[in-house]
């Protein structure tokens, strides 16, 4: 479910008109050009019942940028914020989301002189489901 759960995130990052110049990442890469976007590895624990599997959890979405000041990065972090709780709820293999909401953002700046960087992180609250077994 984790897999799946990070794939419909990549996908619908990737289908955002405001990220379209934005490239999308499951794992950290070892190179990239500004901006690009992380999908962080889930937080996810158990959320389930008896007789039916759930999970809830955080998850992190971090972009980064160049730069003097954020000011392009501060666009994708809302886009991201407004975009991604608008996800479609099945996953596949069976999962749906019940929820995916917005918690925080944050932004901070890292290097000095001409490798100046940002980087800014939204962070959601995500329940899960199984519907079929």
Known sequence: MRALLIAGVV??????PALRDVAVFDAPPVR????HAL???PVLADWGTKDW????????VTLADGGERPVRLRGLLAAVEDW???MPS???AGWRLVQLRFLRSRMARSGQGSGERWT????F?????ETER
């Open 39 to 41: 999908v962080e590895e």
């Open 90 to 92: 099945d996953l596949g």
């Open 84 to 86: 991604l709780p608008e």
């Open 11 to 16: 996908a619908r990052l990737r289908a955002a």
């Open 53 to 60: 599997r759930g999970r809830e959890g955080r998850l992190a």
């Open 125 to 129: 609250m995500v329940r899960m489901g």
């Open 32 to 35: 990239a050009a500004l901006p």
């Open 120 to 123: 800014g992180t939204a962070e």
